[in-house]
């Protein structure tokens, strides 16, 4: 697993670089200075990253199942929400209970009902949307961030924004998972091939739950970092995280029919994802250029690696 | 007799989903304060006929197997150039429609050509085009606006009636027959019922359009048949930009304008997917069919519908509190995706869940 | 008949195929003949399924020409030779499952009105096509899935004839049809070949052969080894031509017992739905017990009931003489039981193909090679060295993946997995199907072994062959009971053959087999 970098994860690394040297250039000329390799305008980028990050983590554990989370939007919204309603100590373990929640409901109808991830979800994600406007009637929650969840969302004892740290304790967490543990290695034997996974006597449905569980938690906590970050919780606050989350896995070179990817590709591919629209929206690419582009970007980073095989029977 | 019920059983999905909409339709209107009545039908058909559209397109990409999720950006990106094209002349009237679908199926094409030459999955391939599709949409319309023909808009989103009154189609006024009679059809029901007898029911019959459903059902053994897989998934994905097309023209007809709406964009095609699978199209591929998705996508609707008649001081008065539709409208629908689990209890032998 | 002087229909010239580093076809010349049955012969991996690819443009050979009617062609794709009237019955069965059988048998070319397809007439020409092979009783309308496997085989047949082929390929066409069905297609066979069409047959049924070809071919290790008409050669002779060497010894020799060993896994009464009635079996320490009886016969139902993938299995296991309730792989696995299954397709059920050798064979006793939740790589990289040099799997590194090794290590590699589990009851499902004869019988040395140090083996093959060479009892299963138990000298071929037909053994002495 430690062996040489590999192939996704290379060209996405170029391709940041493209992206810099790009904005750079542009920058030099239209405002003459070089904003986007000074050291501050990358650190925030980081501290940005680091949100989407935590959530494209999670969904690249169900991705590498085969399977897909498109609840993570309103899990993200629901934790936040309840962990500023709470409020107190009680914030965060709230918050993160509400993803253990979610998770083992999204796991529990992949792995024992059977209903493709998607679909089920999805309708995950309806039912907690319809909580949510039930709980705060449609309106911006009033209550705000407790001071922990600012604090770690936008302090810097160490120097760097502690969003930046959690997503680094993660990251280090979940590479020791899928390299170091049995439950790891299961992760990607079941997205290769579930039943050759089942007949050697592994729990597959454990795996699948566990690993929906993960998705949840990380989305849960994303939602906290977000509402620290913004000092409050919002309505639709999770909506712009799923899309780019699952674009940041693909990117990353984990295939999205499940069973290859590697965690180093989902940190570039998200630092890919928000350094572009980062460049695109300080170059004043008006938000119709940033969609098409964005579009493009991802398309042309799969055909350059992530071609499937012709279907010869 | 034989052959219908074996017809009846093959197509159990779609006739839960026809019994599921008519049991929520028929309790909506005897619940309504004013009753059934044929404003109602025109008002409740004009709601329906986008998302109708926009699950018919999802439907066929997903009979082979794949999944298109652009076609809210598909059906917002043509609504958007509707608001552009739509409006002047008739013949510039005409003209704009047909450029309007057009691009709808371009775009499907588009979606189809990346999934095929590209080898990318289509999940992927149709998350990054709708992107692109939605940055188009923001270039025609940066923000809501635009002109539509007001007298296409009128006769598009009213009884057939209103479209003689409007063009004078009978010399004289209408014969009591019609108004009385097929005048008093809302439009986008006639509309729906055209498209899927001249668009959908002939591509189903083509050998393309069967070997959408062989590719779904199994690629390897429709490539050893020697049938054109390429051809077919292309076909299902342009097929399915134009049906995205037909639901933002009118949604362009329906609103008066055009509208880049992102969120909106993003839960048409959410609920596009849901509608295909209450209308008994497996995710899977290989069966189900855009009939189906009408009614799965009538059963979402009708979902919606009925909770706004429910009487706010009787025993469920809770459920007509519109803080709590949504909760409801999400927990039917997982209800209804459940549905399938049934069979998993009967699976009797395990290895066959995995398939 | 025929003559050989007469032009072929089909010739091929010089035509070699590689897939990456493995050659599958060696500059083979090959010709087949009008109005002809022609048998093609060979091991698994002898090339015989590269040879239908090419011919029916499923894959392209690196060299060599095709010459079809005395006309050079190319066939970029199967609908180029299918529109060269070349039609195929493939093995895997070519037919989608969620279609009718109208559907399915008028796929390509249906008859159509106004460019649409004509549903009536399409479902006239499919109950035609049905009739010709015998199969009135198929409803077209049903959806293939509906189907049995032997029902689903007679449609692809009458799908195939419908072509209007002017050759027909059928590889392993009869090996799910059921005994009354497979004479209707000989004599189906036999009318289009006295029609003038070239049959190609690809069987490893010997008396099938004798029943049907006209010619024969042999391959062996990607090369056409001789092509003779049928008699010219003994039974022998042509076996010793496919495997390229004597058939003798390749079966270890079996201990002589005295008594019955301690019994490691009984079965009473054991059931489940129609296809499994009433078996009692006990495999004792030491024992490979084969299963035997035509295939579909509830074998393969019978090893997966035990390993727990079944529900709703009822009767009684016992497991060292202690009752056992298995519920799951997980749970057989378990070291109370200790059980392990090598599944019928590894492809689908035994490996993941992308994953690497390393991953594939500790996946299994993963749980037994930790150090808290950690995977001590150190023990995992000793134990799977050791057991690959045991099994003398064949790999270039242990991190490649799994799917570019050989048919045969990728078994071996199967296999290993569940030695690593110490395993005490293994269950195989015809473990040697498409594997060359080498690692075969590396694999039989590999049971014996097992088998002496104490492990209890249950073994079904269809070749009874290795039922006959491997076992110490056989029991031969029939519409799923047992009907017969072979032990010693009574385990022979005629014996096999009479009681998976459920004759009596007086019956078997008949002209028959």
């Given at each position: ?25 542009y ?94 979800t ?61 439950f ?73 029919l ?15 994802i ?40 | ?14 006739w ?5 909409f ?11 304060p ?11 058909s ?83 085009t ?42 004289g ?18 509309l ?65 304008s ?30 189900g ?67 | ?161 419908g ?10 066409a ?18 289009l ?76 009464d ?17 024992e ?21 993938v ?102 071996k ?48 093959s ?45 019956a ?6």
């Open positions: 697993m430690l062996k040489s970098i590999d192939r996704p994860t290379l060209i996405a690394s170029s391709f940041i670089v493209i992206i810099l040297l790009a904005g750079t250039v920058t030099v000329i239209t405002q003459g200075n070089a904003t986007f390799i000074e050291p501050a305008y990358l650190l925030q980028q980081l501290k940005i990253a680091a949100f989407l990050g935590i959530v494209a983590a999670g969904m690249m554990m169900v991705i590498l199942l085969g399977h897909i989370d498109l609840s993570v939007a309103w899990t993200i919204a629901a934790s936040a929400m309840l962990a500023t309603a709470v409020g107190g100590a009680w914030a965060i373990p709230v918050g993160l209970g509400v993803g253990l929640a979610v998770g083992l409901v999204n796991g529990i109808g992949v792995a024992f009902l059977r209903v493709p991830a998607m679909i089920f999805l309708g995950v994600n309806a039912v907690l949307r319809g909580l949510m406007v039930m709980l705060t009637g449609g309106f911006a929650p009033q209550a705000d961030a407790t001071k922990f969840m600012i604090w770690l969302a936008t302090g810097r004892p160490l120097g760097i924004a502690n969003s930046v740290l959690v997503w680094a304790v993660i990251s280090a967490a979940l590479v020791f998972m899928l390299t170091r543990t049995p790891g290695r299961y992760i990607y034997a079941v997205g290769n091939r579930e039943a050759a996974t089942y007949l050697s006597g592994i729990n597959t449905r454990l795996v699948l739950i566990g690993s929906f569980v993960i998705c949840s938690m990380c989305a849960a906590l994303a939602g906290l970092l977000i509402a620290g970050y913004s000092s409050k919780a919002f309505q639709a606050m999770g909506d712009a995280y799923l899309l780019p989350a699952i674009a940041a896995v693909v990117v990353g070179g984990t295939n999205i499940g069973g290859q990817g590697r965690y180093s590709g989902t940190i570039v591919g998200t630092i890919l928000v350094l572009l629209q980062s460049v695109l929206s300080v170059a004043q690419m008006p938000e119709a250029g940033r969609q098409v582009i964005y579009g493009l970007v991802i398309i042309v980073m799969l055909l350059v690696y992530g071609r499937g095989s012709v279907v010869r029977a | 007799m034989n052959n219908l019920r074996l017809r009846f059983s093959q197509n159990t999905g779609l839960l989903g026809v019994a599921l008519v049991a929520l339709y028929v309790f909506y209107s005897t619940l309504h004013k009753g059934w009545s044929v404003d109602l039908l025109v008002q409740n004009n709601e329906s006929f986008a998302l109708i559209m926009v699950s018919m397109a999802q439907t066929v990409p997903v009979i082979t197997g794949g999944i298109d999720l652009s076609v809210g950006p598909m059906m917002t990106m043509v609504n958007c150039l509707a608001s552009v094209l739509v409006s002047g002349s008739p013949l510039a009237i005409v003209l704009g429609i047909l450029a309007c679908l057009a691009a709808g199926a371009l775009a499907g094409f588009v979606n189809g050509c990346i999934v095929v030459f590209g080898r990318i999955q289509p999940i992927i391939v149709t998350l990054a709708g992107a692109i599709y939605i940055g188009i949409s923001l270039f025609l319309r940066p923000s809501p606006g635009g002109k539509i023909d007001d007298n296409l808009s009128w006769v598009a989103t009213n009884a057939l009636a209103e479209m003689d009154s409007t063009f004078h189609w009978f010399a006024g209408a014969p009591t027959w019609f108004s009385h009679g097929p005048g008093r059809l809302p439009v986008p029901i006639v729906i019922v055209l498209i899927v007898l001249l668009v959908w029911i002939p591509f189903r019959n083509t050998v393309t359009g069967r070997g959408c459903y062989a590719v779904g059902s199994a690629e390897g053994a429709a490539y050893m048949s020697g049938l054109r897989i390429g051809r077919s998934k292309i076909a299902a994905y342009t097929i399915g930009g134009l049906f995205a097309a037909f639901g933002g023209v009118y949604l362009a007809l329906q609103t008066g055009g509208n880049a709406d992102i969120p909106q964009a993003g839960a048409y095609t959410l609920n596009s997917i849901a509608a295909v699978v209450v209308g008994g199209t497996s995710l899977f591929g290989g069966n069919g855009a009939v189906g998705s009408v009614f799965g996508a009538l059963v979402l609707r009708a979902i919606s519908f009925c909770f706004r008649v429910v009487d706010s001081n009787g025993p469920f008065g809770f459920l007509g509190n519109p803080l709590l539709q949504p909760i409801f409208e999400g927990v039917i629908l997982l209800l209804a995706v459940s549905l399938g689990a049934a069979r998993v209890f009967r699976v009797k032998n395990r290895l066959s869940l995995f398939t | 008949m025929h003559s050989l002087t007469q032009a072929p229909f089909l010739s091929l010239a010089g035509i070699s195929k590689r897939y990456g580093g493995v050659r599958a076809l060696a500059n083979v010349d090959f010709a087949c003949q009008r109005g002809s049955i022609h048998a093609v012969l060979g091991e698994n991996g002898a090339g015989k399924s590269t040879l239908i690819k090419i011919i029916s443009g499923v894959v392209q050979p690196d060299e060599g020409t095709i010459t079809l009617d005395g006309h050079a062609v190319t066939f970029p794709n199967p609908q180029a030779a299918n529109a060269a009237g070349i039609v195929c019955i493939f093995q895997e069965l070519s037919l989608m499952p969620d279609l009718s059988v109208a559907d399915n048998i008028g796929i390509t070319s249906p008859p159509r009105r106004f460019g649409l397809i004509d549903r009536r007439a399409q479902r006239r020409r499919a109950e035609e096509l049905l009739a010709r092979v015998g199969c009135e009783d198929i409803n077209p309308l049903m959806r293939v899935r509906q189907l049995p496997l032997s029902r689903r085989q007679m449609v692809e047949i009458a799908k195939a004839l072509r209007n082929p002017k050759l027909l390929v059928l590889d392993e009869t090996s799910a049809l059921t005994a009354a069905d497979v004479d209707k297609v000989y004599a189906i066979l036999h009318g070949r006295d029609a003038g069409l070239s049959l190609l047959y690809i069987s490893h049924r010997m008396h099938e052969i004798d029943a049907l070809a006209d010619t024969c071919s042999v391959f062996r290790n990607g090369q056409h080894i001789d092509t003779f008409a049928k008699g010219a050669r003994t039974e022998e002779q042509i076996v010793q031509m496919m495997i390229g060497r004597e058939w003798r010894n390749v079966y270890p020799p079996k201990p002589v017992r005295n008594e019955r060993p301690a019994p490691a896994l009984e079965l009473r054991i059931g489940w739905e129609d296809r499994l009635s009433g078996i009692s079996l006990t495999v004792g320490r030491g490979i017990v084969g299963l035997g009886g035509l295939d579909g016969q509830g074998q393969r139902e019978l090893l997966l009931a035990l390993f727990g079944l529900r709703g299995v009822s009767g009684e296991i016992r497991i060292n003489g202690e009752r056992r309730r298995i519920s799951s792989p997980a749970e057989a696995k378990h070291e109370a039981v200790g059980m392990a299954l090598i599944p019928e397709d590894r492809k689908t059920e035994g490996l993941m193909l992308p994953m690497s050798v390393r991953d594939n064979i500790s996946i299994a006793a993963l749980g037994s090679m930790t150090h808290g939740i950690v995977v001590d790589r150190a023990r995992e990289s000793a134990r799977i060295e050791e057991i690959a040099a045991k099994l003398k799997i064949k790999f270039g590194n242990i991190g490649d993946a799994v799917a570019t090794l050989s048919g045969g290590n990728q078994q590699v199967v296999i290993a997995k569940w030695l690593l589990t110490g395993a005490r009851i293994v269950l195989l499902n015809d473990p040697t199907r498409g594997i060359d004869v080498g690692t075969k019988q590396e694999i039989y040395q590999l049971l014996r072994d097992l088998a002496d140090s104490g492990t209890a083996i249950l073994f079904y269809t070749d009874y062959d290795e039922l006959i060479g491997c076992c110490d009892r056989v029991l031969i299963l029939y519409d799923g009971r047992i009907v017969r138990e072979l032990e010693g000298a009574d385990i022979t071929e005629a014996n096999i053959v009479a009681s998976s037909l459920n004759l009596s053994l007086d078997a002495k008949a002209p028959h087999a």
